[in-house]
C-alpha cells in the first residue's frame, strides 16, 4: 500500500492504496466520484479523462501512486455550487449528449481544448476530441456544443 | 479480465540516480514506468506480467529539450505533447512532429513518452521510423555511466533491444544536418486518430539537380522490429531520379522487408503499400 495525497476538485485527499492501482479506481472507488467512466480500460476511448495538473489524461492509464501530489478536476469538479459550466450548458442546448457515458470525457477534453485554443478551428476541434469516441451522436452535435461553447465565452 | 492491482509493487525513486542504484542492486527485477500508456493497457486486461515497477515519470531528469549547433537531444521522458510544442523541432525535423502528432489521441500525448515509444519496441510504433530517417543516436544510462550507439542498432528483434537489465533511455539525440532535405512520412491505418499502423514510411533525401545524393528510409510493420531500409537506400543513393530508379527502389524495398500477416494487416498488402510510399516520395523528388 502506498499513501498517496492529491487535489480533487479543491478538496484535498489522503488515501492508502496499492500504488498500481488506476486513478480511475481510486477516484470511482474509494472516493465515490463515478462520473468518471470506465470505457475501453485501454486508453482509447477518453471515457475515464481528467485533468491532471491541467493536462487531459485518461485516468485509466495513471497508476494511483503517480497522481500523488497532484491537482486533479473529474467531471464534478467543472460545474460550480450547483451551476452548469457553460460548456456543459452548451452540450445540453446543442444535443452534444445522449447515453451519457463519453460525455463526462468530452467535457473534460473539450475543457483541455479551449484552454489551448480559445477559438479552435474544426480540424482543432476534431483533433482535441479524436481520443473521446461517442457511439451515439455521430459527433456533429459534440463538434457544435464545442463551437458554440468557444463562441459563448465558454472559459 | 482486469489484473489486482495489490500484486503490484510500484515505488517512485526521488532522482534518477536512485532508480539506477535499484535497478543495478537487483537487474532484471525491475520495470521502469513513464506515461504508463503502453505498460498500464497491460494492467487493464490482466497481461501485465511485470510485478515490480519503478516510476521514472516524475523525473524531470530524462524530460527535457537541449538545442545545439549541431543536435538536439531529447530526454527519454519527454512527452508527445512537449515534443509538438518545441519549435527547434518543428522546424528540424518535420517527421518527428508529424509522427508524435498521431502517437495516440491529445490525452495519451500529455502522458506517452519518446522514450516509452521506443523501449516497448513495438514494431509499429509511430516515432522509431523518423528517428531512424534522420540517424538518431541513443543514450543508455546506468549507475556506471552513459553509452551511446547508432538508434539502428538499438531494436535486436522481436521486442528486443540493445539494453541491458541495469540500464534505462537517457536520450535520443537527432543531428541537425537535414536543411536542404526532402521529407517525407505516412502512416497508412484504419483512421487517423488513435490507429497502430498497418505500415508506415519515413524517408529524406537530398538531391543535387536531379542525382540522389543521400537518402534514408525508415519503415515500421515492415519487419519484426523498426528499420531502417539499407538497401533500398543503397540501390538509390547516387542515381538519376527517374522511371528506373523508382522501378529499382520498389523492387529492393520489396525484396529487403519482411512484413507478417496479422490482425491489422497481411504481408502482401504491407509490402505493396511500402512500395507505394516510397514511390510516392521518390515522384515527388522528380518535382
Same mark, same amino acid.
Given at each position: 500500500?502506498?499513501?498517496?495525497?492529491?487535489? +480533487?476538485?479543491?478538496?484535498?485527499?489522503?488515501?492508502?492504496?496499492?500504488?498500481?492501482?488506476?486513478?480511475?479506481?481510486?477516484?470511482?472507488?474509494?472516493?465515490?466520484?463515478?462520473?468518471?467512466?470506465?470505457?475501453?480500460?485501454?486508453?482509447?476511448?477518453?471515457?475515464?479523462?481528467?485533468?491532471?495538473?491541467?493536462?487531459?489524461?485518461?485516468?485509466?492509464?495513471?497508476? @494511483?501512486?503517480?497522481?500523488?501530489?497532484?491537482? /486533479?478536476?473529474?467531471?464534478?469538479?467543472?460545474?460550480?455550487?450547483?451551476?452548469?459550466?457553460?460548456?456543459?450548458?452548451? %452540450?445540453?442546448?446543442?444535443?452534444?449528449?445522449?447515453?451519457?457515458?463519453?460525455?463526462?470525457?468530452?467535457?473534460?477534453?473539450?475543457?483541455?481544448? /479551449?484552454?489551448?485554443?480559445?477559438?479552435?478551428?474544426?480540424?482543432?476541434?476534431?483533433?482535441?476530441?479524436?481520443?473521446?469516441?461517442?457511439?451515439?451522436?455521430?459527433?456533429?452535435?459534440? %463538434?457544435?456544443?464545442?463551437?458554440?461553447?468557444?463562441?459563448?465565452?465558454?472559459? | 479480465?482486469?489484473?489486482?492491482?495489490?500484486?503490484?509493487?510500484?515505488?517512485?525513486?526521488?532522482?534518477?540516480?536512485?532508480?539506477?542504484?535499484?535497478?543495478?542492486?537487483?537487474?532484471?527485477?525491475?520495470?521502469?514506468?513513464?506515461?504508463?500508456?503502453?505498460?498500464?493497457? @497491460?494492467?487493464?486486461?490482466?497481461? /501485465?506480467?511485470?510485478?515490480?515497477?519503478?516510476?521514472?515519470?516524475?523525473? !524531470?531528469?530524462?524530460? %527535457? *529539450?537541449?538545442?545545439?549547433?549541431?543536435?538536439?537531444?531529447?530526454?527519454?521522458?519527454?512527452?508527445?505533447?512537449?515534443?509538438?510544442?518545441?519549435?527547434?523541432?518543428?522546424?528540424?525535423?518535420?517527421?518527428?512532429?508529424?509522427?508524435?502528432?498521431?502517437?495516440?489521441?491529445?490525452?495519451?500525448?500529455?502522458?506517452?513518452?519518446?522514450?516509452? !515509444?521506443?523501449?516497448?519496441?513495438?514494431?509499429?510504433?509511430?516515432?522509431?521510423?523518423?528517428?531512424?530517417?534522420?540517424?538518431?543516436?541513443?543514450?543508455?544510462?546506468?549507475?556506471?555511466?552513459?553509452?551511446?550507439?547508432?538508434?539502428?542498432?538499438?531494436?535486436?528483434?522481436?521486442?528486443?533491444?540493445?539494453?541491458?537489465?541495469?540500464?534505462?533511455?537517457?536520450?535520443?539525440?537527432?543531428?541537425?544536418?537535414?536543411?536542404?532535405?526532402?521529407?517525407?512520412?505516412?502512416?497508412?491505418?484504419?483512421?487517423?486518430?488513435?490507429?497502430?499502423?498497418?505500415?508506415?514510411?519515413?524517408?529524406?533525401?537530398?538531391?543535387?539537380?536531379?542525382?540522389?545524393?543521400?537518402?534514408?528510409?525508415? @519503415?515500421?510493420?515492415?519487419?519484426?522490429?523498426?528499420?531502417?531500409?539499407?538497401?533500398?537506400?543503397?540501390? $538509390? $543513393?547516387?542515381?538519376? *531520379?527517374?522511371?528506373?530508379?523508382?522501378?529499382?527502389?520498389?523492387?529492393?524495398?520489396?525484396?529487403?522487408?519482411?512484413?507478417?500477416?496479422? *490482425?491489422?494487416?497481411?504481408?502482401?498488402?504491407?509490402?505493396? +503499400?511500402?512500395? !507505394?510510399?516510397?514511390?510516392?516520395?521518390?515522384?515527388?523528388?522528380?518535382?
Amino acid at each position: 500500500m502506498a499513501n498517496v495525497k492529491f487535489n +480533487v476538485n479543491g478538496c484535498e485527499k489522503s488515501i492508502e492504496v496499492p500504488p498500481m492501482k488506476r486513478l480511475l479506481d481510486v477516484l470511482r472507488e474509494d472516493l465515490h466520484l463515478t462520473g468518471t467512466k470506465e470505457g475501453c480500460g485501454e486508453g482509447e476511448c477518453g471515457a475515464c479523462a481528467v485533468l491532471l495538473d491541467g493536462e487531459l489524461v485518461n485516468s485509466c492509464l495513471v497508476p @494511483a501512486l503517480q497522481a500523488n501530489g497532484a491537482r /486533479l478536476c473529474t467531471i464534478e469538479g467543472v460545474s460550480t455550487e450547483g451551476r452548469l459550466h457553460p460548456i456543459q450548458r452548451c %452540450f445540453l442546448e446543442k444535443g452534444g449528449a445522449q447515453c451519457g457515458i463519453c460525455t463526462p470525457g468530452m467535457i473534460l477534453a473539450t475543457h483541455h481544448l /479551449l484552454d489551448k485554443y480559445p477559438e479552435p478551428t474544426m480540424e482543432q476541434i476534431q483533433e482535441g476530441l479524436a481520443g473521446n469516441l461517442c457511439r451515439c451522436t455521430g459527433y456533429m452535435r459534440i %463538434f457544435e456544443a464545442v463551437q458554440k461553447a468557444a463562441a459563448g465565452g465558454a472559459r | 479480465m482486469r489484473s489486482d492491482a495489490a500484486l503490484f509493487e510500484l515505488e517512485a525513486p526521488a532522482t534518477l540516480d536512485a532508480v539506477l542504484a535499484q535497478i543495478a542492486a537487483e537487474p532484471g527485477k525491475f520495470t521502469a514506468i513513464a506515461g504508463g500508456t503502453e505498460l498500464m493497457v @497491460a494492467l487493464g486486461t490482466g497481461r /501485465l506480467a511485470q510485478r515490480s515497477l519503478l516510476s521514472i515519470q516524475h523525473l !524531470n531528469e530524462l524530460r %527535457f *529539450i537541449g538545442v545545439e549547433d549541431d543536435a538536439i537531444h531529447i530526454g527519454a521522458g519527454t512527452t508527445f505533447t512537449d515534443i509538438r510544442r518545441n519549435a527547434a523541432i518543428a522546424e528540424n525535423f518535420p517527421l518527428l512532429i508529424q509522427s508524435a502528432s498521431w502517437t495516440g489521441s491529445v490525452a495519451n500525448q500529455n502522458r506517452g513518452t519518446l522514450g516509452g !515509444n521506443i523501449c516497448n519496441a513495438s514494431p509499429a510504433a509511430d516515432t522509431p521510423p523518423a528517428l531512424l530517417a534522420y540517424g538518431a543516436t541513443v543514450t543508455l544510462i546506468s549507475a556506471i555511466g552513459k553509452r551511446s550507439l547508432p538508434y539502428s542498432d538499438f531494436h535486436l528483434g522481436y521486442k528486443r533491444t540493445a539494453l541491458r537489465p541495469d540500464e534505462l533511455l537517457h536520450s535520443i539525440s537527432v543531428p541537425r544536418e537535414f536543411d536542404g532535405y526532402r521529407q517525407y512520412i505516412r502512416k497508412v491505418g484504419t483512421r487517423n486518430a488513435q490507429a497502430i499502423s498497418k505500415v508506415a514510411l519515413a524517408c529524406v533525401a537530398r538531391m543535387e539537380g536531379d542525382v540522389i545524393a543521400d537518402i534514408r528510409i525508415g @519503415a515500421a510493420s515492415l519487419a519484426d522490429r523498426p528499420v531502417r531500409c539499407g538497401a533500398a537506400e543503397a540501390a $538509390l $543513393l547516387g542515381r538519376r *531520379i527517374d522511371e528506373a530508379a523508382i522501378r529499382a527502389g520498389r523492387a529492393t524495398l520489396a525484396s529487403e522487408a519482411k512484413p507478417i500477416d496479422d *490482425i491489422r494487416s497481411t504481408a502482401m498488402y504491407r509490402a505493396a +503499400v511500402a512500395e !507505394n510510399l516510397l514511390e510516392e516520395f521518390l515522384r515527388s523528388l522528380m518535382i
